[in-house]
């Protein structure tokens, strides 16, 4: 079945200790770590995330040209590496207009990841339509990204979710079974995601100017395809 999403995201680049300092304020203003980041005993978790694009690579060209309205297609699991334990696979259509973030998407079977990798789209766009970009866009894998991720949800207003990223990675692989050697995309940095659906709340606006941070256009696959061509740039 598939699951919808629709919210405002915000992005904002931190050094370490900045991160560090915002996460223990935001734990003194009430918030907790999600659910899903509970079961680990660390509090976090790995993302790791094929993306597919056109032949031309028209979604990283939507990206790094500024277009205010651009998607993103990707398969997701929530472990460093797929096996034949993996649990959770999605399929995920992540679409922009400006800050505005809706996102849609599909679980797959083990053998439905196999036939997309592969470039067999028919059953899925037949039972999905929003993933018609697959077939009419001649899309197919082109790389990696992974990082972990720190989840913070707010009792008090269940559409606030922050997350902290770091030690994001990638690599050329088509397949989430078989990676390749990663290669980090930042050092040092990590990436504070501030998701909500109405107003943020008094206090993080106090903390944005405590701290005189500002949201950043970040792209973990813009950045990871800027990473992989490093030396052979993408023309755009």
């Known amino acids: 079945m598939e699951q919808a999403f629709r919210r405002y995201e915000f992005k904002y680049i931190l050094d370490r200790n900045t991160a560090w300092a915002i996460r223990a304020m935001l734990f003194a203003h009430g918030m907790e770590h999600d659910p899903s980041a509970k079961r680990h005993l660390s509090q976090n978790y790995a993302v790791t995330s094929l993306y597919f694009d056109s032949p031309t690579m028209g979604d990283y060209s939507d990206k790094a040209g500024g277009f205010l309205q651009r998607k993103k297609i990707r398969i997701r699991i929530y472990e460093p590496r797929l096996t034949e334990n993996t649990k959770e696979i999605w399929l995920e259509k992540k679409s922009k207009h400006e800050m505005l973030i809706s996102k849609i998407r599909a679980p797959l079977t ?127």
């Open 110 to 236: 083990h053998q439905e990841y196999a036939r997309i990798i592969h470039g067999d789209f028919l059953e899925t766009v037949k039972n999905h339509p929003v993933f018609l970009p697959l077939m009419a866009q001649s899309m197919r894998p082109v790389a990696i990204v992974r990082y972990v991720r720190e989840p913070l949800v707010y009792p008090h207003q269940q559409n606030l979710r922050i997350t902290f990223d770091s030690h994001i990675e990638t690599c050329k692989s088509r397949d989430l079974e078989n990676q390749c050697f990663m290669q980090p995309v930042t050092r040092g940095e990590t990436i504070m995601e501030v998701k909500f659906s109405h107003a943020l709340p008094y206090w993080f606006r106090k903390i944005q100017g405590e701290f005189h941070i500002s949201r950043s256009a970040f792209s973990k696959y813009g950045r990871s395809i800027e990473s992989l061509y490093r030396y052979h740039p993408i023309p755009r």
